[in-house]
């Protein structure tokens, strides 16, 4: 039976030079309404794991989550997802930094910008700021990777910068961390600690 990861599968083809056929078919069987863009894996990791604490199924309410491997690709996917293409509801997650790129690219599927939700830096810095440092350190700790954070804030590079940089840059040094803290920082929130693009964001939905 087809699900809401054959769909997404469909899509990234799709966006990569593929034929759009096989996702307009599973739009139309799963009963697709609407597609949050994501920038990456960890991002979806993230959006996943809190409307898992919610209670929410989004796949059973029609909607798909959408990692599109970089801000760059927006205008692509808002085109194939958005009025040009299935003409689904479209809404997401996007970096302070990028948001040029959204801007430009929603402006050319002719999406409503204001269902994108800006974060500051990016996720994982406003996950880190919610928790506080102490918090994420200890999650580091509990996870087994303390001696890993331990050497990196050791390097030479690191010296001087902001306990919270240095977390947010951690994340990034090891295929498949940000995906998993993703994960852990979500799920170690408090209800009123989640920052407010990701609340507002699960609230649109």
Known sequence: ???????????????????????????????????VLLEGASDFAAVETLAARRGRDLAAEGVCVVPMGGAMSVGRYAGLLGPP???????GLCDEGEQGFYDRGLRRARVPQGGFFVCVTDLEDELIRALGTARVEGIIRAEGDLRAWQTF???????????????RRFLGTKKGRKIRYGHLLVDALAPEQVPAPLDDLLASL
């Open 153 to 167: 804030v050791r390097q030479p590079a690191q010296h001087g910068r902001p306990r919270q940089q240095q977390l």
């Open 1 to 35: 039976m087809a699900d809401m990861g054959a769909f997404r599968d469909a899509v990234s083809g799709w966006a990569n030079g593929g034929s759009g056929g096989s996702a307009g078919e599973l739009a139309r069987r799963l009963g697709v309404r609407t597609a």
């Open 85 to 91: 293409g299935l003409g689904l509801r479209l809404t």
